[in-house]
């Protein structure tokens, strides 16, 4: 139990400190919530609870093809936000990512990479 209340609390940090670091500094704020740090925490996570290398391996490999399709969310907020306001942009931005993680999917798929 105090195994998940640490991955817990650590991983919190980790998502205040770029929230507060992010009301500081856009640039700052957005350059460390592109650091792909709650994959790097899974790995270390992974890896201390002894799970096996594969394992390990392939949570990276799947988080690289995950993240692909979510990049044009990243466009179309800051352009949607002031058309349409908070909420109504992020949910665009939600349909609009699995709209494109579906279409990716399938596009990746006649490559041998099954990602559904």
């Not at 609870?49 to 392939?58: D, I, M, R, T």
């Amino acid at each position: 139990m105090k195994w998940i209340i640490t991955k817990y609390l650590v991983t919190a940090a980790v998502v205040v400190l770029v929230s507060e670091l992010a009301k500081r500094s856009d640039r700052i704020g957005g350059f460390i919530a592109a650091l792909p740090m709650v994959t790097l925490l899974t790995l270390v996570w992974l890896h201390l609870e002894n799970q096996p290398a594969a394992k390990v391996a392939n949570h990276a490999w799947y988080t690289f093809w995950y993240v692909v399709p979510t990049l044009p969310m990243f466009l179309a907020f800051p352009w949607l936000l002031g058309r349409l306001g908070f909420w109504p942009t992020l949910g665009a931005c939600t349909l609009l990512t699995v709209a494109c993680f579906g279409a990716f999917a399938l596009a990746v798929k006649r490559f041998g990479i099954v990602l559904l």
